[in-house]
């Protein structure tokens, strides 16, 4: 039996989860998730507490049972408190500037780079410019966009120059010597 797979989710209070025809709807006071569960995995709600169990014990029955399971504890914990992941950037002239729905990051290139922000994501600009702070209910969706912003340019390890999360220790290496 998986480990992950057999404990329970508890539901908080204004959380409900819905499994009808192999999808599973789970609704909160931040929003709504929707997920297909996997063949051979069924959930169960009763009493506030949701139970997952699958038919086989093949591999890939026992690999999803526990995916499954974590997925769902995680729509849940994202329609009751939301998910956030918080970005710095550090360097001289770089900063941040949201224009609609738009990410601009000035990052030492001739021209800012624009990101795109998807639905289902809030992003909002603080600290002069300095720091993003990327918020929504989907865990996977926010870290992507996290990810994503990081990308263009990270934390560098010489001068430390770039976009790394909070609270990221940067691993400083020594400059060339002459001799």
Not at 3 to 11: N, T
Not at 103 to 121: E, F, H, N, W
Request: net charge positive.
């Amino acid at each position: 039996m998986s480990r992950i797979g057999k404990e329970p989710v508890k539901l908080p209070e204004g959380v409900t989860l819905e499994v009808k025809d192999g999808a599973v709807r789970v609704k909160g006071k931040l929003g709504e998730l929707a997920w297909s569960l996997p063949d051979g995995i069924s959930c169960e709600v009763k009493d506030g507490v949701a139970r997952f169990s699958r038919v086989g014990d093949d591999r890939r029955s026992r690999a999803f049972h526990g995916l499954s399971r974590a997925l769902v504890a995680n729509m849940v914990e994202g329609v009751s408190k939301g998910y956030e992941k918080h970005l710095d950037i550090e360097g001289v002239g770089f900063k941040f500037e949201l224009k609609g729905k738009q990410l601009m990051l000035s990052i030492g290139y001739a021209a800012p780079k624009a990101y795109d922000i998807p639905d289902g994501v809030k992003v909002t600009v603080g600290n002069a410019g300095l720091h993003v702070d990327v918020t929504g209910i989907d865990k996977q969706l926010v870290g992507r966009v996290a990810a994503d912003i990081r990308a263009f340019k990270p934390a560098e390890p010489y001068k430390g120059k770039g976009i790394r999360y909070t609270g990221e220790k940067i691993r400083r290496k020594e400059g060339k010597t002459v001799a």
